[in-house]
C-alpha cells in the first residue's frame, strides 16, 4: 500500500498526503534551500505521533519533524524524503497552574499562545524569539531558542522542567515534570532541548513562569564606532548593573533603520547602538533605569528613552523590524547568528563588515550585545545567484572569525542542514564520537532528521 494510505490509517484520511512546498522549506528560504518528502502527516496527539513513529520505524522511513517551520538553518526541511511530521495539531494547554507558576503545554502549541496564556494570570514565560507568532514551543525547545530576554532570563531550556517525547521505536516517555529540582539519573531532558530533532519528537512539556514585572523601562544610546560601543558595554557588564535586555546595531544596521526610528532623531555620530531595558516593579525599574542612563551616558549618547507604554512598545516594534529594514537594502541577506564572548563584540562586527569586503559584499550587523550574540549579515540581490555563493563563502570566513574570537557558529538558530560542513570543520573527533554515540543510543536506524544537527 502506497506510503500516504498507511498513515492515512493511523491517523485519518485528512490528516496525511503528499508534502507540498510549504513543508519542503522553513525561514531559511532565502538560499533557495528546500528539500523532498513522499507524506506529511499531521497527528492529533502524543499516541498518535507514536503510532506514525512506529510505522516509520518498522518501515524505514526517514521523518522529520516540523513545528513553525520558522528555522532559519533548513533544520525541519526534508533532505532525506520520507515523512514531515507537523506537529501544528498538537496544540492544546494540558495544565495550567497559576499558584504553582507552571504549565504543561503540548509542542505545537505557538509561541506567542504560550506568552498569551501566561499573561492572563499574570505570570510571564520569558523567551521571546523573534518569530513568535509562527515558531511552536516545540521548535523553541528543539533548537533551544533565544530571543532578546535571554540576556538575563535564559533560553527555552531553563524554562523547560520537564518533557514528554516520541522515541524511537514508537514509545512515549517522559523526562522531568512540574518539578524545579531533579537530579534523579543523567539528564535526558536537557539531551533532547536544543537536538533539532535528531534524537526523538517532543510532543509536550512542562515550562516554568515567573510573575510578570510590572514595568519594562528601555534606554537607547548611540556611540561614534563600534570601539566606543564596545567600551559602554564591558563597562556596563562589569558594573553589576542588571539590564533585562541589551541588544545592539552597528553603523550599517543603524543606518538602515534609522528612517523608522520611533525617538527624536540619531545624528551623524550613530556608529553604533545599544538598547538596554530595566525591568521589575515600578521602583526596581527605574533605578535600574537611572544606572543605565548614567552607564550608557558616559561615552555616549542617550537618544531615547521612553517610560509611556505606547513608546516602549514603539520602541520594540522598531527593534523587531531591523531585520527587515535590512533586507529592504538590497532585496535580500544572509543572516548567521554567531556568538563570541562579549568582550569581543567589537572584533566581530569589524570582522563581519571586512569579510562582507571581501566578497564585494555590502554587510551588518544587530542582536545580542549582552550575549555577544551577532546577527552577521551579508546584502545581497536576491535573483543573483553569484552574490548567494559569495555570501556563503563569506559565512564560511564568517564562522572561522567566531572560533578564532573564542565563539560559536551558532548562538541561537542551531546547525541545521546548513551548517553542518561548517560544525564538522571545527569538532574535535573525541566531541564527534560522543555526539554520534548518543544519536546512536536514540535513534539506532538514524531515521530522526537525517542530515541534520550533528
Ligand atoms: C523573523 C524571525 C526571527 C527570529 N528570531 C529568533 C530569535 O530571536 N531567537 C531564536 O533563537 N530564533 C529566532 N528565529 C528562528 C526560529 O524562529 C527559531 O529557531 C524557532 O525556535 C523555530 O521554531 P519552529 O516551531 O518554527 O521550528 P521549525 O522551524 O519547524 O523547526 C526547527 C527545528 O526543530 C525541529 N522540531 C520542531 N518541532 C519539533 C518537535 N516538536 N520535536 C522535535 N523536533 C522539533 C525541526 O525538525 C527543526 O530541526 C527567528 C526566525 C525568524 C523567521
Not at 514595568?215 to 566606543?228: I, S
Not at 571586512?354 to 554587510?363: M, N, Q, S, V, W
Request: with cysteine; aromatic share 6%; charged share 20%.
Amino acid at each position: 500500500m502506497p506510503l500516504v494510505e498507511e498513515l492515512r490509517r493511523v491517523v485519518g484520511d485528512a490528516h496525511a498526503g503528499r508534502a507540498g512546498a510549504a513543508v519542503l522549506a522553513d525561514a531559511s528560504e532565502q538560499r533557495a534551500f528546500a528539500g523532498r518528502a513522499d507524506a506529511v502527516v499531521a497527528p492529533a496527539d502524543a499516541a498518535e505521533v507514536a503510532a506514525v513513529v512506529a510505522w516509520c520505524y518498522e518501515h524505514d522511513v526517514a521523518i522529520t519533524p516540523r513545528g513553525g517551520g520558522s528555522g532559519l538553518a533548513g533544520g525541519a526541511v526534508p533532505v532525506a524524503g520520507g515523512v514531515v511530521l507537523d506537529l501544528g495539531r498538537l496544540d492544546r494547554l494540558r495544565a495550567f497552574e497559576p499558584e504553582g507558576w507552571r504549565m504543561e503545554v503540548e509542542a505545537g502549541m505557538r509561541t506567542s499562545e504560550v506568552a498569551r496564556r501566561a499573561r492572563e494570570h499574570g505570570l510571564w514565560f520569558p523567551p521571546d524569539p523573534g518569530a513568535a507568532e509562527q515558531s511552536t514551543i516545540g521548535g523553541n525547545i528543539a533548537t533551544n531558542a533565544g530571543g532578546p530576554h535571554a540576556f538575563r532570563y535564559g533560553v527555552t531550556g531553563a524554562w523547560v522542567t520537564g518533557l514528554e517525547a516520541v522515541i524511537a521505536p514508537g514509545e512515549v516517555v517522559r523526562v522531568g515534570g512540574p518539578v524545579r529540582k531533579d537530579v534523579a539519573g543523567l539528564d535526558l531532558k536537557r539531551l533532547l532541548i536544543g537536538s533539532e530533532g535528531v534524537l526523538g519528537i517532543v510532543t509536550a512539556a512542562w515550562l516554568r513562569l515567573i510573575p510578570a514585572p510590572e514595568a519594562a523601562l528601555p534606554v537607547v544610546a548611540v556611540y561614534p564606532d563600534a570601539a566606543a560601543g564596545q567600551r559602554a558595554l564591558t563597562t556596563l557588564l562589569a558594573s553589576g548593573v542588571q539590564p533585562a535586555v541589551l541588544e545592539f546595531l552597528d553603523a550599517g544596521a543603524v543606518a538602515a533603520a534609522a528612517g523608522a526610528f520611533p525617538g527624536a532623531g540619531l545624528g551623524a555620530g550613530a556608529g553604533f547602538m545599544l538598547v538596554a531595558e530595566a525591568d521589575g516593579t515600578p521602583e526596581a525599574a527605574r533605578a535600574v533605569r537611572g544606572e543605565l542612563l548614567e552607564v550608557l551616558g558616559e561615552e555616549g549618547e542617550i537618544v531615547h528613552a521612553p517610560e509611556d507604554l505606547a513608546g516602549v512598545r514603539a520602541l520594540w516594534r522598531w527593534r523587531d523590524g531591523v531585520s527587515y529594514s535590512v533586507v529592504a537594502q538590497r532585496g535580500g541577506k544572509l543572516s548567521e547568528d554567531i556568538a563570541v564572548p562579549p568582550e569581543r563584540l567589537a572584533e566581530a562586527v569589524a570582522g563581519t563588515v571586512e569579510i562582507g569586503a571581501r566578497h564585494g559584499l555590502p554587510a551588518c550587523s544587530w542582536g545580542h550585545a549582552g550575549d555577544g550574540n551577532l546577527h552577521s549579515t551579508f546584502l545581497l540581490d536576491r535573483e543573483d545567484a553569484g552574490e548567494l555563493a559569495r555570501a556563503q563563502r563569506a559565512a564560511h570566513e564568517l564562522f572561522d572569525l567566531a572560533v578564532a574570537l573564542g565563539g560559536t557558529i551558532s548562538g541561537e538558530h542551531g546547525i541545521g542542514a546548513l551548517k553542518r560542513p561548517d560544525l564538522e570543520r571545527f569538532e574535535a573527533p573525541a566531541v564527534r564520537r560522543l555526539q554520534h554515540g548518543v544519536k546512536a543510543v536514540f535513534d539506532p536506524k538514524g531515521l530522526f532528521n537525517p542530515g541534520k544537527a550533528i
